[in-house]
């Protein structure tokens, strides 16, 4: 009985330390949010939406390349996994992607640092015959 009761416990000691508010557990370490700075503000302030020039294999290769980035890749028709459709995150939010280039927004300037990209591949291009033509959503 002795020994019942102390794996219990034991197991009620270990479950309360594993949902500790504000400690989230990495690889390796443990990270502790439950206070934050005051001197701080948010990075994000304006999302940029592209369409692709290209498919979205042809994009996805380019988006993951050295020259350009973006945060996030959308298909056309996004696949589905368990029901719900997948879209492509490429560059953590809390990092900066290289999708706006040289850039300028009501006096904003350099919108890479404040800005989250997302990349929506092509759906505007419809075949007709040979051409291409535009077609917006």
């Not at 206070?35 to 498919?55: E, F």
């Not at 696949?79 to 953590?92: S, T």
């Not at 927004?105 to 591949?121: C, H, K, V, Y």
Request: glycine share 6%.
């Amino acid at each position: 009985m002795r020994r019942v009761f102390w794996l219990v416990a034991a197991a009620l000691l270990l479950a309360g330390c594993a949902g500790e508010k504000g400690i989230v557990e990495k690889e390796g370490y443990q990270l502790d949010t439950r206070r934050q700075a005051q001197a701080a503000y948010p990075r994000i302030k304006v999302l940029v939406i592209h369409y692709t020039a290209d498919d979205f294999d042809s994009s996805l290769a380019t988006l993951t390349d050295k020259q350009v980035s973006s945060h996030y890749l959308v298909p056309a028709v996004p696949p589905r996994y368990n029901g719900k459709p997948r879209i492509w995150q490429l560059v953590p939010e809390q990092e900066l992607a290289w999708h706006a280039g040289i850039s300028a927004w009501r006096g904003a300037t350099r919108l890479n640092d404040t800005s989250i990209g997302i990349e929506l591949e092509k759906p505007w291009l419809a075949k007709i015959g040979r051409s291409e033509i535009f077609c917006p959503v």
